[in-house]
């Protein structure tokens, strides 16, 4: 069935320093890749998607890269703030299915002051 | 004005009990869904909705039982609840593939 895999589950960095968060999906049919933060407490929001005709997008100090072939995309933080502590989550969507999202594991990202 | 809004935030209920929680949306989307998350924050797909209709189960038992009386409403009833239902649940809706999901606020669950 659909898998999407993410690592790390937990990272750890100096505020400053960037992050980077990679996940593999199993469906090559998947077209849609959203990427949502969730605060301790809080319901995901979504910060960045990107679409299977895009192998990059960026929006501030964040950016997705997508690689069709290996089924491979990754979020890129740089110039990590205390505030984007959080976990992450990667996720896929693919036509025909509603829309529905197959979501990774999860990162749990601490940015030390 | 809350995109998708679902009650109640907490629900602490003893085993074999039977509880509801109600999600709605005004964000005049077609498709609502059920998500479960577990102890572990893995977020896992219950089911699907579009315009009132089920088109997804999840797999998911036939305790749990959602229902739709218009397009801006999913409930979530869960029969005869167990230790293993104890997660936080959240709805969530969008305009259908390939865009944003806005999820609620979710319910936190505990079964004891």
């Known amino acids: 069935g659909e898998n999407v895999e993410q690592h790390p589950s937990t990272l750890s960095v100096q505020e400053g320093d960037s992050a980077v968060i990679k996940c593999t999906y199993s469906?090559?049919?998947?077209?849609?890749f959203p990427w949502y933060k969730q605060e301790l407490g809080k319901r995901p929001q979504l910060i960045i998607d990107i679409r299977s005709n895009v192998g990059e997008k960026k929006d501030q100090r964040i950016a997705v890269t997508l690689n069709k072939t290996a089924k491979h995309f990754s979020l890129h933080i740089t110039e990590t703030q205390p505030e984007d502590s959080a976990v992450y989550f990667c996720?896929?969507?693919?036509?025909?299915?509603?829309?529905?999202?197959?979501f990774g594991q999860g990162t749990t990202l601490q940015v030390k002051p | 004005d809350t995109a998708v809004s679902q009650t109640p935030k907490y629900l602490v209920t003893q085993m074999g009990n039977d509880k509801s929680i109600k999600c709605e949306q005004n964000?005049?989307?077609?498709?609502m869904y059920w998500y479960k998350q577990d102890s572990k924050k893995f977020l896992k797909i219950m089911f699907s909705?579009?315009?009132?209709?089920?088109?997804i189960n999840e797999t998911v038992p036939n305790r749990f039982s959602p229902k739709s009386p218009d397009k801006a409403h999913l409930n979530l009833h869960i029969n005869s609840l167990e230790l293993g239902d104890s997660a936080v649940y959240f709805c969530a809706s969008n305009l259908g593939e390939g865009t944003e999901a806005f999820f609620g606020q979710g319910t936190r669950l505990t079964v004891v």
């Open positions: 964000l005049g989307h077609d498709t």
């Open positions: 909705y579009n315009n009132k209709e089920l088109i």
């Open positions: 996720a896929a969507s693919s036509p025909g299915n509603t829309g529905k999202l197959i």
């Open positions: 469906d090559s049919a998947s077209n849609y």
